[in-house]
């Protein structure tokens, strides 16, 4: 166990609709990273988080957008969402050890199906 | 761009080493890891070692970094059949903001 939670483990959902995913970091990461699985694309880093501001932005669609809260869990939202969209969606969260290195712990996924 | 690159499949009998490669781009300021995810599951971390470095060794795995040939491999000695699953290398750049560039992942099979 990362100590890395995230909810649900499972969705199902139709093409047009709105999903939210949650992620809440281990305890003292300020750090949160999300990533998306999927067969085509393989893992492909989406956004990053730290203490509640955007830092980096990867390949992630305008559809989709995320946000860290006060409590420093994250959302990431996915709207208008298409079939291929369905992936496996993971967030990790990190401590910054010295020399710049940090290690992203990461939860067990929230797996999207969009029929 | 940044690439990072595996091979496909590997499979092994049990009690043999496994080899995993890995190709990544190079960067004064790397660090490279090594994650496993079994069937259902998330990334585990399994290892990680600086671009300077040349290898690194944790209990069964041992970690060589080629950093001429921007080659990385990950060697499992002993290999257990519990050791099946894909193995990913992931590159992340300290000037670039850390975040993980992942290879393809090898499919690891464990023969008993």
């Keep these: 166990d990362s100590g890395v939670t995230q909810t649900p483990k499972h969705l199902i959902t139709a093409t047009g609709q709105r999903v939210t995913l949650r992620c809440s970091p281990r305890s003292g990461d300020l750090s949160v990273y999300w990533y998306q699985q999927s067969l085509d694309q393989g893992l492909q880093f989406l956004i990053h988080y730290y203490n509640g501001e955007e830092r980096a932005k990867g390949n992630i669609l305008e559809r989709f957008s995320a946000q860290q809260f006060p409590d420093l869990h994250s959302e990431l939202n996915l709207s208008s969402l298409e079939l291929g969209d369905s992936a496996l969606y993971f967030c990790a969260s990190s401590v910054v050890k010295g020399a710049g290195q940090e290690t992203q712990y990461f939860g067990p996924g929230t797996r999207l199906l969009v029929l | ?112």
């Design chain 2, 1 to 112: 761009g940044e690439d990072v690159e595996q091979s496909l499949f590997l499979s092994v009998r049990e009690g043999d080493s496994s080899v995993i490669n890995c190709t990544y781009t190079d960067s004064s300021s790397t660090y490279l890891y090594w994650y496993k995810q079994e069937p259902g599951a998330g990334l585990q971390l399994l290892t990680y070692i600086f671009s300077n470095m040349d290898m690194k060794q944790d209990q069964r795995l041992t970690v060589l970094l080629n950093k001429k040939d921007k080659h990385l491999s990950l060697r499992i000695a002993d290999t257990q059949t519990g050791d099946s699953a894909i193995y990913f290398c992931a590159e992340s750049i300290v000037e670039a903001g850390n975040m993980l560039t992942f290879g393809g992942g090898t499919r690891l099979m464990v023969k008993p």
